[in-house]
């Protein structure tokens, strides 16, 4: 079955500075990777995702990047502000499976 | 629009104990999901609703665990008897799915049992 790696576990970056945070996943079929943001004592929220059609996708501060070849994704925030802080977890699914593998989170601390 | 609604936000029992978790998706979503996000990990899958058929329960412990969605709209997961080990946080996500595409989870605040 699928298996989602994460890196780092922990992260700390300076005010203004960007943060990058890594995904691979083991199954080729996996075509819909989305990112949450769990702020403490909250469920997850999605806050981007990409599909297997496209090799990034940006919003605003936020980025993710998919290289397929290698069967990695990434997450890339720029400008990170202190409301940055908070686990953030990747996931790949398959289509038509609807099951998500989830990473093991990154722990995002900004420092002011 | 209101997001997955979730209660109890957090229950302390004793072991043996039974205990129930109540889900209300967001609007129109027909498909839900009941995960467990052990401390320090990401959400494991428990069980998933299609409307009011479960099309996924292969992760569910079925022995102690046990789900419904009467009406394909809210859901409630039981636990009894409750172990040390079921102690977590214990989430409610939705979604609105097509046949053979995978659309946007959206995931409630959470239940977080802690068994004594």
């Known amino acids: 079955g699928e298996n989602v790696e994460q890196h780092p576990s922990t992260l700390s970056v300076q005010e203004g500075d960007s943060a990058v945070i890594k995904c691979t996943y083991s199954d080729s079929a996996s075509n819909y990777f989305p990112w949450y943001k769990q702020e403490l004592g909250k469920g997850p929220q999605l806050i981007i995702d990409i599909r297997s059609n496209v090799g990034e996708k940006k919003d605003q501060r936020i980025a993710v990047t998919l290289n397929k070849t290698a069967k990695h994704f990434s997450l890339h925030i720029t400008e990170t502000q202190p409301e940055d802080s908070a686990v953030y977890f990747c996931?790949?699914?398959?289509?038509?499976?609807?099951?998500?593998?989830f990473g093991t989170g990154t722990r995002l601390k900004v420092l002011a | 629009e209101a997001g997955v609604v979730q209660s109890p936000r957090y229950k302390i029992i004793e072991k043996k104990q039974p205990v129930a978790f109540w889900c209300n998706p967001i609007s129109g979503h027909n498909t839900l999901y009941w995960y467990r996000q052990n401390l320090g990990q990401g959400p494991e899958l428990l069980i998933r609703?299609?409307?009011?058929?479960?099309?996924?329960d292969s992760q569910l412990p079925k022995d102690r665990f046990s789900a419904e969605r009467l009406k394909g709209v809210d859901s409630t997961l039981k636990i009894q008897p409750a172990e040390l080990g079921d102690s977590a946080v214990y989430l409610c996500a939705s979604s609105w799915d097509l046949s053979g595409a995978t659309y946007e989870q959206y995931f409630g605040p959470g239940t977080r049992l802690t068994v004594t």
């Open positions: 609703y299609e409307n009011e058929e479960a099309v996924d």
């Open positions: 996931a790949a699914s398959h289509e038509g499976t609807y099951k998500y593998i």
